[in-house]
């Protein structure tokens, strides 16, 4: 039979595999079930549950990556499973992945509020990044449900003494603070629920409260009808409707600087345009920074695009972006889409990923944890992980034209190849640019279309432009954050 397996030279079918695989497990012998399920996956009858199965023994295994791709192949064919959901989520938790693991879980509870497992190790994973407020919604939904095993309740409690024990240290800390995750929950028995079989461990979160922006009642007018606020690490989030008196303006602020407009976003789309231009089917692009999700639903466009990490230091950009998903088409939804919570730089120097394509708009080089970006340094890195024949996109805010000289110059040290177009506004000599830095002469080829529409142009950068070094920052001397968000002369952060 053409979809049979033999075993001691009978004759087996996908489902007598899974059966006997499933008395391998009942009698522990791991190997020998799994053998069997790979046997059976390899038939086209096999049935949904021995992908499924596939994924718990890997898990268990703790092989990630084929755990993850087999609960993908289930969820395919049985998206409504919640177990499933859920254990993938776990997968990317275990794997140190507990922004990815967040977006599971969420989704999950949008379809079953009640489901305690995703309640409970959301508000685990949100406390171990210190967003204790998350924690304790979570918990305080899981409470009040009934008929909750008493082992969930006893952990819960728990969880939730830690919680209030963290967040009263850590106003009684000033400046550096080091979130602590609780002894207890680190050396705890593993909770089980449902076939759930992993063990789950707590690491140290640290992090440095940036202080927010004095209070400024005629900054505040910007922001219009408030839609979310929260503090963060990197300063207040806030997004508002309205925002500048304009009304349906949706404006995403960090303090008083606002970030991104759901009314223009040209430059955000053509960086997007830009990162997307030479690749092939298959491609993995790399996007620092999510902010509105412009950039990222233009990489999502392409076809070609099989896989976007989005590398977003601030969790609290997460929640504001799903404001903007009637504008972004969704991208924190789209199933492409890897989230990781980290500083840019460091990601570029400790991942072993390399991509077609990398594509980064992140805050003003003043910004004391965005300024590395904008550096010699920062560009070296992003070449290194870039595959042959792949493109570095680059956009900024430019309050002049030496700003503008500084970093053509600091990408020209690096690439090549390296061409800019400036979205100028009324305010002369300010603006925003994007730019790109590859192997390939792109003006020279027209790839990106006709050169007129496209604005793309190559750079004649004067010689005496300055390159920007981690070591000089020359680019935060003649960065006027002031003057590129109007505000007094005065204002600091």
């Known amino acids: 039979m053409a979809e049979d397996k033999q075993l001691n030279g009978v004759d087996l079918t996908a489902r007598e595999l899974v059966a006997l695989a499933q008395a391998e497990l009942v009698r522990g012998a791991t190997a020998d079930a799994l053998l069997k399920i790979k046997n059976a996956l390899l038939l086209p009858s096999c049935p949904p549950v021995a992908a499924a199965m596939a994924a718990k023994l890997y898990a ?44 599971i879980w969420g989704r999950l509870l949008e379809r079953k509020k ?54 009263r240290k850590d106003r009684q800390l000033p400046g550096h603070v080091v979130t602590a995750a609780a002894a207890t929950f680190a050396t705890a028995a593993p909770l089980r629920n449902e076939g759930e079989s992993r063990l789950w461990s ?57 970030m991104c407009h ?18 092939q089917p298959g491609s993995r692009v790399l996007n620092l920074g999510l902010g509105c999700g412009f950039t990222a639903a233009k990489i999502l466009e392409s076809p070609n695009v099989a896989l ?36 840019g730089m460091e990601w570029l120097r400790t991942t072993d990923r390399n991509y077609e394509a ?64 400036l979205f100028s506004t009324p305010r002369e000599g300010f603006g925003q640019l994007v730019m790109y830095g590859s192997e390939h002469p792109c003006v020279q080829n027209d790839v990106f279309g006709v050169t007129e529409i496209t604005g793309l142009r190559d750079l004649s950068v004067p010689a005496e432009s300055e390159v920007n070094t981690l070591a000089n920052k020359t680019l935060n001397d003649r960065f006027k954050i002031n003057e590129a968000f109007l505000f007094p002369d005065d204002y600091r952060e």
Not at 75 to 96: Q, R
Not at 136 to 144: A, E, G, M, P, Q
Not at 229 to 258: C, H, M, W
Request: proline residues 5%; contains cysteine; aromatic residues 10%.
């Open 60 to 103: 268990s295994l703790r092989l990630f990556p084929e755990a993850q791709r087999h609960y993908q192949h289930y969820l395919n064919m049985v998206p409504e499973a919640i177990l499933e959901t859920f254990e993938l989520g776990m997968t990317y938790k275990d794997a140190g992945e507990p922004d990815q693991a967040l977006l």
């Open 202 to 258: 707590t690491p140290v979160v640290q992090g440095t409260q940036q202080p927010l922006a004095p209070p400024r009642e005629n900054l505040e007018s910007r922001f219009g009808s408030v839609l979310f606020q929260r503090e963060s690490d990197y300063g207040r989030i806030t997004v508002g409707n309205d925002a500048f008196s304009q009304p349906g303006k949706k404006v995403l602020f960090i303090n008083y600087r606002d």
């Open 114 to 167: 009640d489901y305690v497992p995703a309640l409970f190790y959301k508000a685990l994973v949100l406390k171990e990044l210190g967003d204790g407020a998350g924690a304790r919604v979570c918990l305080d939904l899981l409470s009040k449900l009934p008929n909750v095993k008493k082992h969930y309740q006893d952990q819960a409690r728990r969880l939730r003494q830690e919680v209030d024990e963290s967040e």
């Open 358 to 421: 990398i594509a980064a708009d992140v805050e003003e080089p003043t910004v004391e944890h965005a300024s590395a970006l904008f550096t010699v340094e920062f560009f070296k890195l992003a070449k290194c992980k870039l595959k042959p024949g792949g493109l570095f996109a680059f956009w900024a805010i430019y309050t002049s034209q030496e700003v503008v000289n500084i970093l053509a110059q600091t990408m020209r040290t690096v690439f090549e190849n390296v061409g800019l177009k």
């Open 262 to 279: 759901s009314d223009f976003h040209e430059s955000e789309d053509f960086l997007g345009v830009v990162a997307t231009a030479f690749l």
């Open 308 to 343: 976007l990490d989005i590398v977003e230091i601030n969790p609290v950009m997460v929640e504001a972006c799903e404001v903007f998903a009637g504008d972004n088409r969704g991208v924190i939804g789209d199933k492409r889409v890897h989230i990781h919570f980290a500083d």
